[in-house]
C-alpha cells in the first residue's frame, strides 16, 4: 500500500477548476511533486516544491501545500488535461520515494 | 535537450534477470545536481519507484525491491542501468529511466523527476 493516498477518479467541467489532493503523513516534512500521464506517452512533471511549474507547463497548473495534504489545481481545465495525475514524495523515513496510487482526471 | 533512452530485452523468462539501459545525451550523467532513476508501471496499475542513483555511485532502493535490485552507472558511457533478478509475471511493466532532483526550502525539500525515458515494455514470460 502507498504511503500516499489519492483519491481514484475525480471529473471537473469544462473550463471550470478542479483540485486534486494528496495526504500522507510525510507531506508535513516534503514537498510533493506531480505528474501528467496521458494514455501512451511517458509521465510529465507538472509541478514541483512550493508551486513550481516546469518549462512549457500551462499556468492554469498550480500547486500547494497544507499539514499532511498537497494539492494540484487546474484553474479553467482543458479537454487535453484529461490524464491520469500522480503525486510524488519521500516516505516518512525520508530515505525512499514513493508515489500515490494516481487519480484519473475527467473533463466533461 | 536532456534526453534519456532506455532499451534491453522486452521480454524476460520467470526467475531471469531483467537488465535495462538507460542512455543519456544531451548532458552530462556526473554532474552533481542530479541524481538518476527507475520507474515502473504494471498493467492498468499506478506507478512504483525502483531505486535512484548519485554520480558517485550512493544508491537507493524500493524496499519491497531491494533484495533483487541493482542499479549501476558508468560515467564513461554516460550511461546508468538497472538489473532486477528473479523476475516473476508481477515484474511485467513499462520501465522509465528519469532524471532526478532536489529543491531545498527551509520548510523541507522536494524531489522531482524530468525528463522521463519514453519508456520500455518488459514482459515476463516463458
Known amino acids: 500500500s502507498s504511503e500516499l493516498t489519492q483519491d481514484p477518479a475525480v471529473s471537473v467541467a469544462l473550463g471550470r477548476t478542479v483540485r486534486i489532493t494528496c495526504q500522507g503523513d510525510?507531506?508535513?516534512?516534503?514537498?510533493a511533486s506531480w505528474y501528467q500521464r496521458k494514455p501512451g506517452q511517458a509521465p510529465v512533471l507538472v509541478i514541483y516544491g512550493k508551486n513550481n511549474r516546469p518549462s512549457g507547463i500551462p499556468d492554469r497548473f498550480s500547486g500547494s501545500s497544507s499539514g499532511n495534504t498537497a494539492s494540484l489545481t487546474i484553474t479553467g481545465a482543458q479537454a487535453e488535461d484529461e490524464a491520469d495525475y500522480y503525486c510524488?514524495?519521500?516516505?516518512?523515513?525520508?530515505?525512499?520515494?514513493?508515489f500515490g496510487g494516481g487519480t484519473k482526471l475527467t473533463v466533461l | 535537450q536532456l534526453q534519456l533512452q532506455e532499451s534491453g530485452p522486452g521480454l524476460v523468462k520467470p526467475s531471469e534477470t531483467l537488465s535495462l539501459t538507460c542512455i543519456v545525451s544531451?548532458?552530462?550523467?556526473?554532474?552533481?545536481?542530479?541524481?538518476w532513476g527507475w520507474i515502473r508501471q504494471p498493467p492498468g496499475k499506478g506507478l512504483e519507484w525502483i531505486g535512484s542513483i548519485y554520480y558517485f555511485g550512493s544508491t537507493y532502493y524500493n524496499p519491497s525491491l531491494k533484495s533483487r535490485v541493482t542499479i549501476l552507472i558508468d560515467t564513461s558511457k554516460n550511461q546508468f542501468s538497472l538489473k532486477l533478478s528473479s523476475v516473476t509475471a508481477a515484474d511485467t511493466a513499462v520501465y522509465y529511466c528519469?532524471?532526478?532532483?532536489?529543491?531545498?526550502?527551509?520548510?523541507?525539500?522536494?524531489?522531482?523527476?524530468?525528463?522521463w525515458g519514453q519508456g520500455t515494455l518488459v514482459t515476463v514470460s516463458s
Open positions: 510525510s507531506l508535513r516534512s516534503y514537498y
Open positions: 544531451g548532458g552530462s550523467i556526473s554532474s552533481s545536481s542530479y541524481y
Open positions: 510524488n514524495s519521500r516516505d516518512s523515513s525520508g530515505n525512499h520515494l514513493v
Open positions: 528519469v532524471r532526478g532532483g532536489i529543491d531545498y526550502y527551509g520548510s523541507g525539500s522536494s524531489d522531482w523527476f524530468d525528463p
